[in-house]
């Protein structure tokens, strides 16, 4: 059987939700990974260092017993935030990124930015102290078709950013396109990207077979496939620019199937087990170790982790559902099968 050992992952962009769902989801996570960079996306954003103190505090006593996990906080980046609450958040230690979601793009990204204008004294503290800005980079124009949005935010936003603030550490969340993929390559070392897996497993095709499927619908909206090999090819290349987020975002069954669900896949039972798989079918485990557990940690100026995990190709069945708080949660390729295994 196919086996092969790696340094234990981190995974660079997830969402935990919050009180009785968290410990519902969490093992998946702390099971697979040493740490997690925690979306910040709650109904009441996590805006200020003193809900993300207390939001760590729920995840913390999430976490099974006999299981190691350091959640990396974040904060939810406002037209209000100021240059005094990055200090307080890089003072505290236990925050290492700031999100900035354009208003309306996402899942509750209401309370997002409307005009970036209104951050710049913020994204100059967070150059200054070596803050990483994390970027959910899709225009929110209702003009602007919504397989295009990832594309036009390179062409309107990012160029500006970074002309103003060169040296600010800057993670695109979640690439999904080949516009991304270059603008990252030929940007300085202060920009990375997250991919995530069901970018790389899926194309658009995925959310119409055989009718509409809700369980494949996220944020990013999937692309077209040659987007998706576009994205295998970018993760697998060795390019320390790129890195491990699953974007787990789970919601209920209930939110997902019915007249305008929710946007998100959740894949955490899965979250090294689907990137093994695609980077196997690519011919490049070799790679997967710097992608998992090397590079997040180096963009971020953590220690990489010094235990190891094990991953074994063989097929476990996927269950048609998951308890999620009082309610269900349908992981992606329910009833079907994981193709390699965590020891
Ligand atoms: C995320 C969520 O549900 O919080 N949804 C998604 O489709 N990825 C938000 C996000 O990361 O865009
Ligand atoms: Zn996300």
Redesign the pocket.
């Known amino acids: 059987m196919k086996s092969i050992t790696i340094t234990r992952p981190d995974d660079w962009?997830l969402?935990v939700?919050d009180h009785k769902f968290i410990s519902s989801i969490l093992p998946d996570t702390t099971k697979r990974f040493a740490r997690a960079i925690i979306?910040p996306?709650l109904s009441d954003p996590i805006t200020t260092t003193a809900l993300a103190a207390d939001y760590r505090a729920r995840i913390l006593m999430a976490i099974p017993t006999g299981h190691k996990f350091e959640p990396l906080m974040t904060l939810y980046l406002t037209n209000q935030t100021n240059g005094d609450e990055i200090k307080r958040a890089k003072e505290s230690g236990f925050i290492h990124g700031v999100k900035w979601?354009p208003a309306g793009?996402?899942?509750?990204?209401d309370k997002g930015v409307s005009d970036i204008a209104t951050c710049y004294g913020a994204l100059a503290v967070m150059q200054d102290v070596g803050m990483p800005l994390l970027i959910?980079g899709?225009v929110t124009d209702i003009d602007v078709d919504i397989f295009d949005r990832e594309e036009k935010f390179i062409e309107r936003f990012l160029g500006k950013i970074i002309s103003d603030f060169p040296n600010l550490k800057i993670v695109f969340?979640?690439i999904t396109t080949e516009q991304a993929i270059k603008f990252v390559e030929n940007s300085g070392p202060n920009v990375a990207a997250t991919i995530?897996a069901h970018h790389m497993l899926l194309n658009r095709n995925a959310l119409f077979k055989g009718g509409i499927r809700p369980h494949h619908?996220?944020?990013?909206v999937l692309k077209r496939e040659h987007h998706r090999k576009a994205l295998v090819k970018a993760a697998t290349s060795g390019n320390k620019k790129f890195f491990l987020g699953t974007?787990s975002?789970?919601?209920t069954e209930h939110a997902k199937e019915t007249a305008c669900g929710?946007?998100?896949?959740y894949t955490s039972h899965g979250g090294i087990e689907f990137y093994a798989e695609i980077f196997d079918k690519a011919n490049a485990l070799d790679k997967l170790e710097a992608f998992a557990s090397f590079n997040g940690a180096d963009f971020y100026g953590l220690q990489r982790n010094s235990d190891q995990i094990i991953l074994t190709k063989k097929q476990t069945k996927i269950p048609p559902s998951i308890a999620f708080g009082d309610e269900s949660c349908i992981p992606f390729r329910a009833s079907e099968c994981l193709e390699w295994a965590i020891d």
């Open positions: 962009h969402h939700r979306m996306n979601y793009a996402t899942t509750n990204s959910h899709e969340e979640h995530t619908y996220c944020l990013p974007d975002a789970p919601h929710c946007a998100g896949i």
